[in-house]
């Protein structure tokens, strides 16, 4: 499978628990990127990867919310002591430079209860 | 302000017919739009790509239009079909990285 791939697809938690999602891009992209996405709405952005870098976090990313990407591969979304407002589509994306192939995962859907 | 509207919100077409979706941006510098499907529960899919001196592009029965003095995209489905009932993102590159902006997206209800 060369596409973006997401692990879970679905994770149901109680309020207060921590939960990690993992995101497997493409191997030859060097660009990473989290999106949060709610019901009837687009996505939006939550933090950009090149390579191992962090380069940018977007404000609704709270000081709940981490995300690495260690080796410049793969990389991990935690949410700390989540909130029912977490409850949305967690998507990741790769690409190889700003202009070329944007390539979305499925996502990972979150529930909180 | 969200730098990305999109046109109508939602609608419902009947089988075989045409629709027309709209797309408006002021997002600057500009460098490429994108037209995304987005099955219910999955990732968008890409479905055309145009940069700033391309004013059509096709992908089957999908073609884009781009105006970029307008700053105006516009996604016609021909002859649709019961699969094509989705969500449409419009999506704006633009930047030092090329941040994209996202349209909300139009909802497309295909019915028999």
């Known amino acids: 499978d060369t596409g973006v791939s997401q692990d879970p697809r679905h994770k149901i938690t109680k309020r207060g628990q921590n939960v990690t999602f993992r995101c497997d891009p493409i191997?030859?992209?060097?660009?990473l990127y989290w999106y949060r996405q709610t019901l009837g709405q687009g996505p939006e952005f939550l933090t950009y990867?090149?390579?191992?870098?962090?380069?940018?976090k977007s404000r609704l990313l709270s000081d709940r919310f981490s995300a690495e990407r260690p080796k410049g591969s793969f990389s991990t979304l935690e949410i700390q002591r989540t909130e029912q407002g977490d409850s949305a589509m967690y998507l990741c994306?790769?690409?190889?430079?700003?202009?070329?192939?944007?390539?979305f995962g499925s996502g990972t859907r979150l529930t909180v209860v | 302000k969200n730098q990305v509207e999109q046109s109508p919100q939602s609608l419902i077409i009947l089988e075989g017919k045409n629709c027309t979706l709209q797309?408006?941006?002021?997002?600057?510098?500009?460098?490429?739009l994108r037209w995304y499907k987005q099955d219910t529960g999955r990732g968008p899919v890409s479905l055309t790509i145009?940069?700033?001196?391309?004013n059509t592009k096709s992908n089957g029965r999908y073609t884009a239009t781009l105006d970029a003095d307008t700053k105006q995209s516009s996604l016609h489905i021909t002859a649709s079909q019961l699969s094509d009932s989705a969500s449409y993102i419009c999506?704006?590159?633009?930047?030092?990285?090329?941040?994209?902006?996202f349209g909300a997206g139009t909802q497309v209800v295909v019915t028999p």
């Open positions: 191997s030859e992209h060097n660009r």
């Open positions: 797309c408006n941006y002021t997002v600057s510098p500009f460098s490429n």
């Open positions: 999506v704006v590159s633009g930047g030092s990285w090329g941040k994209f902006q």
């Open positions: 990867f090149q390579n191992e870098a962090q380069l940018e």
């Open positions: 145009m940069t700033f001196s391309e």
């Open positions: 994306a790769s690409s190889w430079g700003p202009d070329t192939g944007y390539t």
